[in-house]
């Protein structure tokens, strides 16, 4: 089972960014996807999750309208659109997998996304 990310970088102040997320070693489409994200210092958090069909969304408070969540359930990919980027959106963002009805997850590693001028 492996869950990549990529697409991180350093961004400007109101600059936009797309993560990739490329899963293998499992039925994608069996599976939600969730992007969380964790600040230096702080808590790992929720930033958007998305249903195994797509068909579902949620997102973060401080995210919504600025975010979006997507998934290729043939390219077994999950996205996190990411505009009007903010210095407080800096962080490793990483993707899970979670099985519905089940306590099975797997993680990605993360990639890092720095937004600053």
């Known amino acids: 089972v492996q869950l990549v990310e990529s697409g991180g970088g350093l961004v400007q102040p109101g600059g936009s960014l797309r993560l990739s997320c490329a899963a293998s070693?499992?039925?994608?489409?069996?599976?939600?996807m969730t992007w969380y994200r964790q600040a230096p210092g702080k808590e790992r958090e929720l930033v958007a999750s998305?249903?195994?069909?797509?068909?579902?969304?949620y997102y973060k408070d401080s995210v919504k309208g600025r975010f979006t969540i997507s998934r290729d359930n043939y390219k077994n990919t999950v996205y996190l659109q990411m505009n009007s980027l903010k210095p407080e959106d800096t962080a490793v963002y990483s993707c899970?997998?979670?099985?519905?009805?089940?306590?099975?997850?797997?993680w990605g590693k993360g990639t890092l996304v720095t937004v600053s001028s």
């Open positions: 998305i249903s195994s069909t797509g068909g579902s969304t």
């Open positions: 070693g499992f039925t994608f489409s069996n599976y939600a």
């Open positions: 899970q997998a979670s099985r519905t009805m089940t306590t099975v997850t797997y």
